[in-house]
């Protein structure tokens, strides 16, 4: 095993155990795109590496790997492609959710305007660029895939990097360059409206703008900066390989501190859906007893709606109050001083007769309640009422 193929296979590895992390998050979101596309990038970055290993093995053995080769250019098409939309799908989702602005599209309440064609344009651009690249390069790549044994002459593939005559590029020379700058330019701003939002709009504080959020934003600044200083000559194993580790910690780290932002989120709302239910039967309750009590106030002015009788003794011809409409009935019968002096005047009449008592009987004796302004404690004799 060559010294050199050590450390594609230690990338290799890397790339691995990145991807058993991004799948853990990808199984409590599975409808969410950046969180489904993560692990396959990891997935790739693997494959990629263990297939430089296997190809600088083969050359220190004086072996061509074709196959190897095909696959490695092949799989390389589609890396940087999906790095794009992997990271701009995770910084739409944190975004919307919260409704902050990301990437000139403004939010309201967890939505984007569906009817401006700018905000359309911009969620569906990432997608089309990285739709764009994807094709470029298995186009410009079409002859090392076919015969997997020219090891490339531009930046990805190693040996000359930016060290080429600009007035003779061809278009792999030139494809292999675009896209490092497109991913540059899209997931340096994700990075940098991820690690904004950390700072100031995250349902976790944090008390420095030095934060776990920064991650994504150092991972991509790093991979540019390893495409422009690789060498010229191999002296190092591609430093832009390092660099892609890096940048896959920092995707695999921001997908965790989503996730927990979107569980803090979900159980907000959730809460605040719970206490609107009981706000909502509060004052449903308090309609109710509203309605109950204006009821209560007409039964006790038509005198309990025909029913409301003085409860005890038989006793008759003195309505009370406080009864329930329609039916006579109240926890609090309501009483002045005089009331209870008139049933106690009837029930003495009562118990002399040892019957009901009639109309006759009660003549110019027993003061008729009548209901006045003040209630129930003005009275007039019964010759009056009859009168």
Known sequence: ???????????????????????????????????LVAPVVAFLLSLENFAVAGMVDAQEAGEVSTSLGSMRYFVHAFIYPLVLVTCYELGYKVHKTRSVNFCFIRFDEGHRDHNSLRHLALRGFPHLLSLVMCIISLVANADRIATGLDEGGNMRFASEGLHFDTMEADLDSVVDVVPTLAVAVVVTHTGASLWRYGTFYSTDVHATVINPWIGMLLGVVGLLLSALVTPADWVLPYATNSAEVVLMIGIVRAMSLIDHNLVQCELFEENLHETNEIGRRIVAGSKRGKAAMFTDGAGSRNGGGGRGRVRGGGRRGLPRTGGRGGRGRSSHEQRGPAVEAAAADVSGTESESGDSIASEDLTGAVPIPVAAAGGLDHYRGAGAARG
């Open 1 to 35: 095993m060559a010294s050199d193929s050590v450390l594609f296979y230690v990338y290799g590895a890397l790339h691995l155990v990145l991807m058993l992390f991004a799948l853990d998050k990808t199984r409590k979101r599975r409808t969410l795109v950046g969180f």
